[in-house]
């Protein structure tokens, strides 16, 4: 089994690969092969999935720690549940590149261990927060709302 430098190796050019190989004729966009396998229903997003997945096996393997992990699998499941959506998917696929985005966030964390680490751990207590604000929001709207019915009704 080839060793982790090489495969974090092998992880970089599938990524460039699948999420910017080619350009736009004329512009700075820059698509791959996800972009345009995602064109083919089913079997370009399970294509784009094993890319993703194989990234995260990687990073598992090198010793990064879950919370990195966990980013790089957030990052791939919107991928994938962006390129769901018919035509607007694969403008998605085009602009969020996950693999670019999950080979930065691995080699930061190669050059970076503890600041990455600590930046992830921060992401997601930011998601957290926000997830319970918005419940906090739901739960007083709910509140007000039968309130309101109650006045109405007496």
């Known amino acids: 089994m080839p060793d982790p430098a090489h495969q974090l190796q092998r992880y970089r050019a599938l990524a460039r690969a699948f999420d ?11 698509f791959g092969w996800d972009a345009l ?20 096996w990687v990073a598992a393997r090198l010793g990064a720690p879950v919370v990195v992990l966990l980013r790089m699998l957030l990052n791939l499941v919107l991928d994938v549940a962006g390129g769901e959506l018919p035509v607007v998917g694969d403008l998605f696929d085009v602009s969020w590149r996950s693999n ?44 007000w709302l039968v309130r309101s019915l109650l006045l109405l009704l007496h």
């Open 20 to 30: 910017a190989q080619f350009r736009f004729p004329g512009t700075g966009i820059r």
């Open 100 to 143: 670019l985005r999950n080979l930065a966030l691995l080699e930061r964390w190669y050059t970076e261990p503890h600041e990455t680490r600590r930046r992830s751990i921060w992401f997601f207590a930011g998601i957290g927060l926000m997830l319970l604000a918005a419940l906090a929001i739901a739960i007083a709207v709910a509140v």
């Open 37 to 56: 396998l995602g064109l083919v229903p089913g079997i370009g997003d399970v294509l784009g999935s094993l890319v993703g997945g194989y990234g995260i």
